[in-house]
């Protein structure tokens, strides 16, 4: 039974999986220090949807609501049993 502590997309689960299969695309780069790639990355690349270290980006504040909005509408759903 469900804890009600993680929030996921219970049955829909696997549609999100589908989705990210065709439309995510992932790499990598082995660094001693990721922390450094990950500033230059956010620095040079429009990554709106990454909110960490990217407070300058136009739409972070809309998306950090957003997503507080969702996590409190998600923990007011029943807990689903998977």
């Known amino acids: 039974m469900g ?3 993680r929030l996921t ?3 829909s689960e696997a549609k999100l999986s589908a989705w990210m299969a065709d439309n995510a695309f992932v790499t990598w780069v082995e660094t001693d220090r990721p922390w450094l790639a990950e500033q230059q990355l956010i620095a040079s690349v429009n990554l709106p ?3 960490d ?3 300058q980006h ?5 998306l950090t609501k957003a ?3 969702a996590r409190m509408a998600a923990r007011a ?3 689903v049993s998977t």
């Open 9 to 11: 997309f219970a049955a």
């Open 67 to 69: 997503r507080a909005d």
């Open 58 to 62: 136009a739409f972070h504040q809309q």
């Open 53 to 55: 270290q990217n407070r």
């Open 49 to 51: 949807l990454n909110l």
């Open 77 to 79: 759903l029943p807990v």
């Open 3 to 5: 804890s009600g502590q």
